[in-house]
């Protein structure tokens, strides 16, 4: 059984049992999470979140990137969001590679080299700085005025707020 097959399996034994509302596609908290992608952040229990309260957008690192920035302007200027939180954390991934050598990974083993970002980093404050500072330079998003980030610390799973 691949990991599909057991994911449709359990889909199917736990049955409609998600609280929230779901009747319209607008987040009733109005706001949109940004985190990253690693399986350790469970942002729906991280936040208390119910169904239908808020849009959780996830990439490498919860980073800011062109492909958020048009997730995030959707989700304000048609589905009615008015606030950005981004969340990323302690024992990143993206802090265990550089720029240069996971493009030339990439490029060893495909012949292309990538034209995208990997955004990698050092210290996840910085990267949590520069993606506030990306979404509120944004020409694109309506409500550049509480963006706020945070790092979500995976062992402890506490957050620290990044000023």
Known sequence: MTSIDV???RNQEIGDIVPGDR?????SLQVSI????????RVFE???????EAHVLRNAGGVVTDDMIRSLALSQRKLGTREVLIVQHTDCGLSTVTEDEFKD?????TGLRPTWAVE?????EDSVRTSIE????????????????????????SLTEVK
């Open 120 to 124: 990698a980093f050092r210290r996840v």
């Open 46 to 52: 991280i936040f208390g979140l119910l169904q239908g």
């Open 7 to 9: 994911l449709l399996k």
């Open 34 to 41: 940004l985190t990253c992608m690693d399986a350790r952040i």
């Open 134 to 157: 990306r979404a509120r330079r944004s020409d694109f998003l309506l409500h550049n005025d509480n963006v706020r980030g945070f790092v979500y610390d995976v062992k402890a799973g």
């Open 105 to 109: 990974e990439l490029e060893s083993a």
């Open 23 to 27: 009747s319209s596609p607008k987040p």
